[in-house]
């Protein structure tokens, strides 16, 4: 798929992504990219946020693909099963943490509602992609993470959580790995 074919969907992770950050600087430059929040950054609720992404998938005017970080990429995977393959061609998924159980003591998992992580898998095509060095999901988190969800699963090494603070402020790598996988979606 072109991306004059598809509405792009940027899910941030928790806190939002400054403007620095690969997915500020892809909404800026992305015509079809459109930016889909929680109601507080801050303190999201999943509830909210994947019922956003719903209504966000559902408001487009072409296939939506998402490309979703951190916390944001949970939400998707809470929205997926409302989300039809005729409105909703694919997810690009980045930096995943592991909120289950380990990391149940950080906000979103304890409060938010984004631990246990959800369990289904997605119903389109969907690219999940990690790091060796990432604090928060080990690789083999990530590889069951993918698995359970039914993603194509990279790993990158020594990328930390794939962020301007680890050197990914521009990710041109990231760029071109969205641009393989629009280009397999049909």
């Not at 080990?138 to 930390?160: K, P």
Request: charged residues 20%; glycine residues 10%; positive net charge.
């Amino acid at each position: 798929m072109r991306l004059s074919e598809i509405d792009i969907l940027i899910v941030p992770g928790w806190k939002n992504s400054g403007p620095d950050h690969w997915q500020s600087r892809w909404l800026r430059n992305m015509k079809a990219a459109r930016l889909v929040k929680a109601a507080s950054q801050q303190t999201p609720s999943i509830a909210d946020w994947s019922e956003r992404i719903v209504a966000a998938v559902a408001d487009g005017t072409k296939p939506a693909v998402i490309v979703a970080y951190d916390c944001g990429a949970i939400a998707v995977a809470a929205a997926a099963p409302r989300l039809g393959r005729t409105r909703l061609a694919g997810a690009f998924l980045v930096a995943v943490p592991d909120l289950d159980p380990v990391r149940h003591d950080i906000w979103p998992a304890r409060q938010g509602g984004f631990a246990p992580l959800p369990h289904q898998t997605f119903p389109v095509p969907t690219k999940l992609i990690g790091s060796s060095t990432d604090p928060y999901c080990t690789v083999e988190r990530s590889l069951v993470i993918g698995r359970t969800w039914g993603a194509d699963v990279s790993i990158i090494a020594n990328a930390g959580h794939l962020d301007e603070q680890s050197g990914h402020g521009p990710w041109p790598e990231g760029l071109l790995t969205l641009g393989l996988f629009l280009k397999g979606l049909s």
